[in-house]
Structures are given as C-alpha cells and as structure tokens.
C-alpha cells in the first residue's frame, strides 16, 4: 500500500496504477456477477413484439361513461344540458372525429394512437418541472444501520444502478410481467415455456398462465436522458454511450466515468472514491447555481439556456444532458420529520438540482435517500421497478462496506469538476430564478395523514377493494369539508399494451355520492347499511378500475378526439361545455405506488385550489401525503374531514353482514 501512495503521486503513472489495481480487483471478483443485476433467461424485450396494441374504445361506451362521470358533480339541470350536447357530439363531429383517429391508429400499429399526443401534451407545457410535474419516492433506510452514511448509500446505491443499467442493455432484466395468480405463473415453467416461444407469439404463451407481460419501452428513457428546453416544446434528448455520471454538491456539478471504456462497471471503491473525492472537496456553496434554472417556466428556461449556449457552455451542458444519472449530494440532514423529508426531495432550493434529468438519485447528509423524476419521458411502472430492484440489490448485495476507508484512492485524475462561463445577465438570470422559486415554494404546504387502525387486512377480510376504500375516503372527507363533490383523478397504467401510458379512473361516482349522502342525512343509517353501500361502491370502483387498465376510460379517447379536432381548427361543443372544464378541474389528484420498498411518496397540486394526495396501503394502517396551495386550499380542515370519514369507513367495515 505504501508503494502504491507513492505511485499515486506521481501524475504521470496515475493511469497504469489504476489500470493495475483494476485488473487485480477483476481477477478475483466474477464480473458478470458484478456487472449484472439479472441474468433472465427471457430477454428482456422478449414479449414487447407481441404485446397487444392500446384499444380505441367505441365511441358511444366513451360517451356512456363519460356521462356517468358527470352525474355525480351536477343539479339535473346541468346534466341535462351535457347530455344533449354528448349525444350530438356522438351523432356528428365526435363520430367522423373517432373514425380519422381509428384510420390513423391502422396506419401507425408500431405504437399507441395515445403515444404521441401524450408525449407532446407533456413537451409543450410551460410551466416549472418541480411540484408541478416531477414526484418524489423515498427510500426506507438500509436496515443495516451502519449502511445508511451518506457515503456507503449513495455508493451502493449508484453501483446497483449501474447494474441494472447493464441488464437492461444486455436484454438480461427479466421482463415486466403482471401476475394475476403469481403461485401458477411466476414460476420457472412460466419461464421455461414462454421463452422457449418466438418473440411474435410469447404474449399469447403468457396469457395461457393467465399472466400479462407489461410494455418496456419507456425503459430506455431510465438513462442518460434529459428534457431540454426549447421555445414553445420541449426536447428530450439522449445519448446511451455516455459513460459518466453526474454528481451536484453545494449547487457545484461534477463528472467522473463509472463504466469503462469496455463497457464494464468500474469497480466499487473507484466508485466509492471519486464520491468521496467530492464530498471532501473544498467546493464552497456555489454562489450562482445553474441548477436553480431548471425550476423556471420552460420558455424563459429555454432562452436563458440559448443564452447559455451562446456564452460557450455548450460543451458542459452536453455533459450534463448525456450524463447516465443525477446524483445530488445534499449537505443537510433530513432527520425523521416527514414534513422535512418531503420538501427536501420534493422540491429543495432548487440550488442543488438539474430537475430536467429523467432520473435523479438525492442523497441527505444523514443517509436518507429518494428519487425525483421528470415525468414527460415515462410513468410509475418503470420508475418503480428500476426503484424496487437497486433498492433490494443495494441492500441484500452491497458492494461497498463500512471501514474501507483504508482502501480509498486517489481519483483526482478522474472526478472533473464543471466550470461554466457566466456573464452578468446569466448570474442575474440565476438569481431572479432563485428568487421566483422560493416565493413559489413557500407557498406550498402539506398535511401527512396516517391511519393505524386498519388497512389492506381489514379489507380483504370485508372482501372489498382497499384502494376503493382509500378513495371513498377522500371523497367524504372533501365532502365533509365543503359539501360538494369534484373532479377526482386517480391514475391508472395501461403498461399491458403496446407503448401504452395512463388513464384516468374517476374515483367519484354515484355510489360514492350515495355514501356520502347517507352519512349527512339527519338519521345516521346502522353500521351494516353503510356496508351494504360500501361494498357496491367497491364493485363500481373495481369495475372503473379494470376498464382503465384495459384502455376502455373515456379520458384518453376524449383527449385524442380533440388533439385531432384543434389540427382540423375545430373545437366541437363538447369541450366548450363548462362541465368539461370542470370534470377536469382535478381538486382531488391521487396516485399511489404500493411498495413495501417505498417511505414516503408524493407531488404536487396540479391546480391551484386542489390537493395532490400520494397514498399509500399497509396490512394494518393507511397513510397519505397531501399538499395544498395555503390560502387556495384548506389543508388542515382537509385532514381533520380524513380522520372522520376515515372513523366512518372503519365503522361500517367492522359491521356484520
């Protein structure tokens, strides 16, 4: 070791004593081992050629449901009015509307009739990426206490990243697949059959065993990958031979390369090292932040950067965009404070983050550690999976160990530090975004909601759909809170088709306005009645839920309709009806992403007067994170109504049939 310190000082042999301790690491590690998270034997993509393409639905059930969406928000007076309007708009504009979409979606069967719209509907907002569109999921902690240092974290954390990068370009990540009865299907004979079967025919091989293979394209967009700027529609852009990492510390960015020039993953205390290497930079907290940018609205966003651009920062702003991930080592800690853990990972200063980034990893001072994702590139499905998967092999596999710190080595020749050529407008451009952001941000607040006193168990016991019942939950607490009853959106993946991407479920219907009815009446009804109406609320719930995933919403189809009819300069009556306006006014945003992986999850309202609630559901208690406008939206009041009508449910689960 001694040698080797000295070796170390001496520039120009800096690379062959590097090169030498590689070789002598890789000849007593197997390396496929290390590089690979997975090895499947069914290719990653092996079902995506046969994956069933995302349905049209018929335009008369998408009028039939969109009705029924609207039932419960409005008089009988109003609804009248819309039901005139849907059956013309199904007699005439909507009906030549749906046959040029159905024309279209034959002459493009690569893809989605929502594909494109969806991407440029995402690309042409204007507004900042952080709250508004970017969510958050926190990790647990490492149950190994002594792993949790900032350091050790972020190192494991970054290895097994690395490791599914490299499963999933070597087609070794085993496929996405949703399993209806995993004892039957998530077997090796599933396995064994349907990779035995061309890639043309395997979905069928896997609906036999009753299971459904999930779209894994969005994938790609995992890495290396950024959404640029530009006046009036985004870009995203990428670059899957980049080898380097992006790392942000006190607002200052750094690059080092943490895959070989083979391809291969650099070994774990390179990795571990250069991370060091910028934790004890001597870096003061950089007075003028570039990262601050990416919270501004996107066109002002996109002239400062051509502005940029033309100061002579294209070459560093490529190593940005190009970069395989965002790391963000924070130098606060987060403690246990939910409050506290939200807005850290949430939104920050916006000093230490590049928030166009299709993936950041943020690590605190104390070990706490999440992901914020730009949304526009890809959903939940593959966030999770990439979240779930590093998350367990960083923790049943870690590469780096606490007391290795003797091991550390010199990696100056490899962590570059950015430097970036601002002239006066560009620091006044950072400043006045610094400005805007923490005005913005500070108007945001949040209301943590947990309910120990029942949860998935209960359900199932009273044989209802547990995120019915969540739902049902916010439905009477927003009803409690203010009498009426909103545009609910509740998330729903349509990953089981072809480059499929969400639908909506609405959450509110008739049933759960009949609930709620029946708990403002004069006399309460008996426990057992309330159950009665609690259940059939489940089955309209389970129903609206398997239609979504199944692309037969009305969101969707009524979104593609329109793209088309505003390409024609047509807006037909439908979408000039105030109750469309209103239907998609979402008050009430709800997403959840179960995982017993998963902390804390949340985002933003995405209007001003609504509630952006994450929620998640436990065997034995419920929980949410819910963020509101304060002065737009009465958040306290919110989470009071949560606590009655979540007593209420319980009561009527408890009750005999």
């Given at each position: 070791m001694n040698l080797l310190r000295v070796l170390y000082q001496e520039n120009a042999i800096k690379c062959s004593v590097y090169q030498f301790s590689l070789v002598r690491w890789k000849s007593s590690t197997n390396k496929d081992a290390y590089n690979y998270w997975q090895q499947s034997k069914v290719p990653t993509l092996h079902f995506q050629k046969s994956l069933p393409r995302l349905p049209i639905p018929e335009l008369s059930k998408t009028c039939e449901r969109y009705l029924n969406a609207q039932r419960p928000l409005q008089d009988e007076s109003n609804y009248r009015k819309t039901e005139v309007i849907v059956q013309r708009f199904l007699a005439e504009d909507g009906m030549q509307l749906?046959?040029?979409?159905?024309?279209?979606?034959?002459?493009?069967?690569?893809?989605?009739?929502?594909?494109?719209?969806?991407?440029?509907?995402?690309?042409?907002?204007?507004?900042?990426?952080?709250?508004?569109?970017?969510?958050?999921?926190?990790?647990?902690?490492?149950?190994?206490?002594?792993?949790?240092?900032?350091?050790?974290?972020?190192?494991?954390?970054?290895?097994?990243?690395?490791?599914?990068?490299?499963?999933?370009?070597?087609?070794?990540?085993?496929?996405?697949?949703?399993?209806?009865?995993?004892?039957?299907?998530?077997?090796?004979?599933?396995?064994?059959?349907?990779?035995?079967?061309?890639?043309?025919?395997?979905?069928?091989?896997?609906?036999?065993?009753?299971?459904?293979?999930?779209?894994m394209s969005q994938y790609d967009g995992l890495f290396n990958a950024t959404r640029i700027p530009r006046k009036d529609k985004d870009q995203i852009y990428r670059k899957s031979e980049a080898r380097h990492v992006l790392v942000l510390r006190n607002g200052n960015f750094f690059v080092f390369d943490a895959i070989d020039e083979n391809g291969n993953i650099k070994e774990p205390m390179y990795i571990k090292s250069c991370l060091k290497n910028i934790l004890d930079s001597n870096s003061a907290p950089n007075n003028f932040p570039l990262g601050v940018l990416t919270t501004e609205n996107r066109d002002v966003w996109a002239e400062v950067r051509s502005h940029l651009e033309?100061?002579?920062?294209?070459?560093?702003?490529?190593?940005?965009?190009?970069?395989?991930?965002?790391?963000?080592?924070?130098?606060?800690?987060?403690?246990?404070?939910?409050?506290?853990?939200?807005?850290?990972?949430?939104?920050?200063?916006?000093?230490?983050?590049?928030?166009?980034?299709?993936?950041?990893?943020?690590?605190?001072?104390?070990?706490?550690?999440?992901?914020?994702?730009?949304?526009?590139?890809?959903?939940g499905v593959a966030v999770l999976r990439f979240f779930q998967d590093i998350y367990k092999d960083s923790a049943n596999h870690p590469h780096v160990h606490p007391g290795s710190e003797k091991s550390l080595i010199d990696?100056?020749?490899?962590?570059?530090?950015?430097?970036?050529?601002?002239?006066?407008?560009?620091?006044?451009?950072?400043?006045?975004?610094?400005?805007?952001?923490?005005?913005?941000?500070?108007?945001?607040?949040?209301?943590?909601?947990?309910?120990?006193?029942?949860?998935?168990?209960?359900?199932?016991?009273?044989?209802?759909?547990?995120?019915?019942?969540?739902?049902?939950?916010?439905?009477?607490?927003?009803?409690?809170?203010?009498?009426?009853?909103?545009?609910?959106?509740?998330?729903?993946?349509?990953?089981?088709?072809?480059?499929?991407?969400?639908?909506?479920?609405?959450?509110?219907?008739?049933?759960?306005?009949?609930?709620?009815?029946?708990?403002?009446g004069s006399n309460q009804p008996k426990p057992q009645i309330l159950k009665e109406i609690l259940m059939k609320c489940s089955k309209v719930h389970v129903n609206l839920l398997k239609e979504a995933a199944m692309g037969e919403g009305f969101d969707r189809h009524l979104f593609g309709l329109r793209k088309l009819a505003e390409m024609k300069g047509l807006l037909p009556e439908i979408y000039k009806d105030p109750a469309y306006t209103h239907i998609n006014h979402h008050i009430l945003s709800t997403s959840t992403l179960s995982s017993d992986v998963v902390a804390l999850g949340g985002f933003g309202p995405v209007v001003k007067d609504g509630f952006g609630i994450g929620y998640s559901i436990y065997d034995n208690r419920l929980g949410s994170v819910v963020s509101y406008y304060e002065g737009h939206a009465d958040g306290s009041g919110f989470k009071e109504c949560l606590e009655k009508a979540f007593h209420d449910l319980h009561r009527a689960l408890l009750a005999k049939s």
């Open positions: 749906h046959t040029e979409l159905k024309n279209q979606d034959q002459k493009n069967k690569h893809t989605s009739y929502i594909s494109e719209p969806w991407f440029d509907m995402y690309l042409r907002d204007r507004v900042p990426l952080p709250v508004n569109y970017n969510p958050l999921l926190v990790f647990v902690d490492d149950p190994k206490k002594e792993y949790n240092t900032q350091l050790i974290r972020t190192s494991n954390l970054l290895i097994s990243s690395l490791r599914f990068l490299k499963s999933l370009r070597e087609g070794v990540l085993e496929p996405e697949v949703f399993h209806l009865n995993p004892k039957k299907s998530d077997t090796q004979l599933f396995r064994s059959v349907t990779g035995m079967l061309p890639p043309s025919l395997s979905w069928y091989g896997a609906y036999m065993f009753n299971a459904f293979p999930l779209d033309n100061c002579g920062n294209k070459g560093v702003l490529e190593l940005i965009d190009s970069s395989i991930f965002c790391i963000c080592l924070d130098d606060n800690s987060v403690g246990e404070n939910p409050e506290v853990i939200t807005r850290s990972f949430l939104h920050s200063d916006g000093v230490n983050r590049w928030f166009d980034k299709s993936i950041s990893l943020l690590v605190s001072k104390d070990g706490k550690a999440a992901v914020n994702f730009e949304h526009s590139w890809g959903d990696t100056n020749a490899y962590v570059r530090k950015l430097e970036f050529a601002l002239d006066d407008k560009s620091k006044q451009d950072i400043l006045l975004a610094k400005e805007r952001y923490s005005a913005f941000t500070k108007s945001l607040a949040f209301s943590f909601f947990e309910y120990p006193e029942f949860g998935r168990n209960l359900c199932k016991e009273a044989q209802v759909s547990p995120d019915s019942v969540m739902q049902l939950g916010f439905q009477l607490a927003y009803n409690k809170l203010t009498g009426q009853y909103v545009g609910t959106y509740e998330s729903c993946s349509t990953a089981a088709f072809k480059h499929g991407r969400t639908e909506t479920m609405r959450p509110c219907t008739i049933a759960t306005k009949e609930f709620c009815e029946a708990l403002r």
